[in-house]
């Protein structure tokens, strides 16, 4: 018999990595095209709204978008990069969330309707506070250092006034390599504590319903 629930924990096993895998897809191709959507719309509309004198803050864009301008063609260069960055990071947020929670999903698995078939019960997976959080919490610290460190390779540093508000949210944060390692760190504390906040409070909700099915 315990032979019998091994292999079925094992084969269960399987099928969640490949749900993660799938989801990460998912929800990359999601995000990005989400994220694509809003860029191209707000562009368009700002054309729309004030014509020759579009742009303002949407202008600033292009730091982080090469090509990027506050036109028709604009849009699509903007919701291109929305895409890429928006859809990549979603989907690499995900599958370190798996690599990192690893034979651990196994455990944070609450199963509310006992089955005959030990193979795809009725399940609901549980947050991994931790892995949670040194998923999400290296993508944004990342972030925040490569478009730092972007801004000071093409030279405008000193001219990124924008990003350099940043330090009013991430003490020592500067526009500059040491500044933004100092911030990616800051960032990627902020991050993970938000993150163990956020798996408890969820994981005490998936509980009680647990008990109450």
């Not at 629930?5 to 749900?19: E, I």
Request: net charge positive; proline share 3%.
């Amino acid at each position: 018999m315990n032979a019998i629930n091994d292999d079925a924990d094992q084969v269960n096993l399987k099928l969640l990595k490949a749900a993660i895998r799938f989801n990460a897809r998912i929800l990359g191709l999601t995000a990005g095209t989400l994220a694509a959507v809003v860029i191209y719309l707000a562009t368009q509309a700002s054309i729309v709204k004030w014509g020759g004198d579009s742009g303002g803050y949407l202008d600033l864009l292009a730091i982080f978008f090469p090509g990027y301008s506050v036109s028709p063609i604009g849009a699509w260069v903007g919701a291109f990069w929305a895409f890429v960055y928006c859809g990549t990071g979603s989907w690499l947020s995900y599958r370190v969330y798996g690599k990192v929670l690893g034979t651990r999903i196994s455990a944070l698995l609450l199963s509310p309707v006992s089955d005959a078939n030990p193979v795809l019960k009725p399940s609901t997976l549980r947050l991994h506070g931790v892995s949670l959080g040194v998923a999400i919490g290296s993508i944004a610290s990342l972030g925040l250092f490569a478009s730092t460190a972007w801004l000071v390779v093409r030279g405008t540093a000193d001219e990124s006034v924008h990003a350099a508000l940043f330090s009013n949210y991430i003490p020592g944060y500067s526009v500059s390599i040491i500044g933004g390692l100092w911030g990616a760190v800051e960032l990627f504390g902020l991050v993970f504590l938000s993150c163990l906040l956020l798996a408890s409070i969820y994981n005490k909700l998936v509980e009680i319903r647990h008990k109450t099915s």
